[in-house]
């Protein structure tokens, strides 16, 4: 993922509608770049700040620390993603593996 992909994917990571594989991409870019960790921050500032204007929520609020449980909770949903396709493919080649030795022992 190039800065100007990663620019335009910043909306959907604040409204939280990555896909998973775009999510992995997304952070993978935002740990190299440090411009677009930069431009992130700025946009979920305004866009999380206008939000919370305009929600009449006078309550004190850290973007920063609420940008930071964000990624992290993405993180863990990438690690549960992968574990859940990792889980798939072993139970797709366990029952392979199964169907052929049934087919082995009935045609032998």
């Excluded at 006078?58 to 973007?63: G, L, M, T, V």
């Excluded at 992290?72 to 949903?77: E, F, G, T, W």
């Excluded at 574990?83 to 169907?99: A, K, M, P």
Aim: negative net charge.
């Amino acid at each position: 993922m190039n800065c100007k992909e990663f620019e335009s994917y910043i909306p959907a990571f604040i409204d939280k509608k990555l896909d998973f594989k775009t999510m992995e991409e997304f952070r993978a870019h935002y740990e190299s770049c440090s411009e677009c960790r930069e431009e992130l921050s700025i946009q979920f500032l305004v866009t999380v700040g206008v939000w919370h204007l305009d929600n009449d929520d006078d309550s004190a609020f850290d973007f920063e620390d609420e940008l930071k449980r964000r990624l992290v909770s993405n993180d863990k949903l990438i690690v549960r993603h992968r574990i859940f396709l990792d889980s798939q493919r072993y139970l797709i080649t366990l029952g392979c593996v199964l169907l052929g030795l049934l087919l082995i022992w009935h045609l032998g």
